[in-house]
């Protein structure tokens, strides 16, 4: 009886995900399928899942890319800011997250505290300051606002990693310093390997909400060249929109999408064992 009970219980959990798995993805569907058709069908077809009769690939192999202002610019744009601040900031959060979960220095806790609590300030408080101590060392519409502040680290991921490596036994530690070894050789050569799931797992995230930042590059950056590619394709919407190109405004933001998936599909394993793990195995 109690397994029946158990397979009904089952049943019901995995409908409710399917269900919540639909419900997500159709938005993604739709959005492909659109930016397929020409602006004629766009406004004069009712909303629709089917593909085209007449799908418009060249909307994806070449009138995407006579946009003005680039679209491949805002992407490489983002690509730069992106991957050099997870970089070096990863880098950095993992050694903080070290000398946090095994080091001994006074002030530890108070310190800890201290960053977590810089966690609680929303962005939109402490917005107008940063961007009056920028603009006066002349770091408005560059990438340093960007970039910088990134490579120092990231509160969210120190705290998730000092916690993981917390659940590394101390006593491996303990025998490489026997062995002659310095903190930094045990973070690169104990530290590191077997934390890799979640320095993996948290540096995909900050990939993701990096790649997908609106509000800062849209505050500090006005050349076109220098645009992410989620404001580039907010300019292109008020250039677009006006001749009522929807399909090629959706092309942009299906391509936009893509490295976000890609990184997602090749790194899911260790978002999954960054959770499923704690330590050593």
Not at 101 to 112: E, M, Q, T, V
Not at 143 to 148: D, F, N, T
Request: avoid cysteine; charged fraction near 10%.
């Amino acid at each position: 009886m109690r397994y029946k009970n158990d397979r009904w219980v089952n049943s019901l959990i995995y409908f409710f995900l399917a269900s919540g798995a639909i419900v997500m993805i159709l938005p993604l569907v739709w959005m492909f399928e659109s930016s397929l058709k020409t602006p004629g069908q766009f406004l004069t077809t009712q909303l629709s899942l089917a593909m085209p009769e007449n799908p418009q690939w060249a909307n994806y192999f070449k009138r995407v890319w006579q946009m003005e202002p680039a679209l491949q610019r805002g992407i490489l744009n983002s690509l730069i800011i992106s991957v050099s601040t997870i970089v070096v900031g990863t880098f950095v959060s993992a050694l903080a997250a070290f000398s946090y979960s095994k080091l001994r220095f006074p002030g530890k806790a108070k310190l800890f505290l201290a960053e977590l609590a810089t966690m609680m300030i929303p962005f939109s408080v402490i917005m107008i300051p940063q961007f009056i101590i920028y603009a006066r060392i002349g770091w408005v519409n560059t990438w340093l606002p960007l970039i910088i502040p990134g490579m120092l680290g990231n509160v969210g991921m120190i705290f998730f990693l000092r916690q993981y490596m917390s659940g590394i036994p101390t006593s491996i530690i303990e025998s490489a310093r026997m062995d002659g070894a310095g903190y930094f050789r045990i973070f690169m050569s104990i530290m590191l390997p077997n934390a890799k799931p979640a320095i993996a797992a948290q540096a995909i995230l900050w990939f993701m909400g990096a790649w997908n930042d609106y509000f800062a590059p849209s505050i500090y950056l006005h050349d076109d060249n220098l645009l992410t590619v989620q404001v580039m394709i907010s300019r292109l919407n008020a250039m677009y929109a006006i001749n009522t190109d929807y399909p090629l405004l959706l092309t942009a933001s299906v391509i936009s999408l893509l490295p976000i998936i890609i990184v997602f599909i090749i790194f899911q394993r260790q978002i999954i064992a960054s959770v499923a793990m704690s330590g050593l195995k």
